[in-house]
């Protein structure tokens, strides 16, 4: 199989069959400050596994695919290469060519990729940080001060009202919070925003490569109308 990924590279399989843009099975980002304000803790969750069923249930039918050519002998592999050299020398050679091309564009964009990831990552955690921090602030000093009410049986009315008081207060501020960090203009979006970027960066490349298992599967007599590539949607799957 290693052999012939050096001179194959794309082949005329057919145009594949329409399929949904898997980014739009991403609910829309939450902008609430509560669960049930905008659904997306609900709706999170399904899609999730909705993702990951389509993905084991497609990898599963790639499987079945690539144990046509893993069952096939390999005097067989080398007589259906050969023919094909043959025929399409030409193709052959800018096969060869393309390969190489993503083979180095591989060797850039996988420790390129790993550095953006680690950044991410950095910046994920230093927003969540400045995030509890700003809370803190905001929340911390009337929590303390509900800290210092008395509690219990037998409270007295006036600190019933107070609690109630600081706790209206301490909603009030939280939601002012949440309201600026969570909206479309604020930190968390931009950040998923670049973490959506970051997924969407490797994508062509790695398509690539799947392109180019297809095609050799095409190519020795194995047919892959229902083989397709699940890059994209680990993606998308990694992202929600």
């Not at 023919?83 to 020398?89: C, Q, T, V």
């Not at 969540?128 to 602030?137: C, E, G, P």
């Not at 997924?199 to 229902?226: M, R, V």
């Amino acid at each position: 199989m290693n052999g012939l990924a050096v001179f194959l590279s794309t082949v005329a399989i057919g145009a594949p069959p329409a399929v949904q843009n898997p980014w739009t099975k991403v609910p829309a980002l939450p902008t609430g400050c509560y669960a049930e304000q905008d659904g997306f803790a609900k709706t999170i969750g399904p899609a999730l596994e909705a993702m990951s069923v389509e993905i084991d249930r497609q990898e599963q039918t790639n499987r079945e695919v690539s144990n046509s050519l893993d069952n096939m002998d390999d005097a067989e592999k080398q007589s259906r290469m050969q023919s094909f050299l043959m025929k399409n020398l030409q193709e052959a050679m800018k096969m060869m060519q393309e390969t190489q091309a993503v083979g180095a564009m591989a060797q850039e964009a996988v420790p390129k990729g790993e550095e953006n990831r680690q950044k991410l990552e950095g910046q994920h955690k230093d927003l969540l940080a400045r995030y509890d921090a700003a809370l803190d602030k905001a929340v911390g000093p009337l929590f303390a001060k509900k800290r210092t009410l008395p509690d219990g049986e037998g409270t007295p009315e006036w600190a019933v009202a107070e609690w109630r008081s600081l706790n209206k207060k301490a909603n009030a501020e939280y939601e002012r919070l949440c309201g600026e960090w969570w909206r479309e203009s604020g930190p968390f979006h931009a950040w998923l925003k670049s973490d959506r970027g970051y997924l969407e960066e490797d994508l062509p490349w790695k398509e690539k490569l799947e392109d180019e298992l297809k095609a050799q599967l095409a190519l020795l007599g194995i047919p892959t109308a229902s083989y397709r590539s699940t890059v994209t949607l680990n993606a998308v799957r990694e992202y929600m």
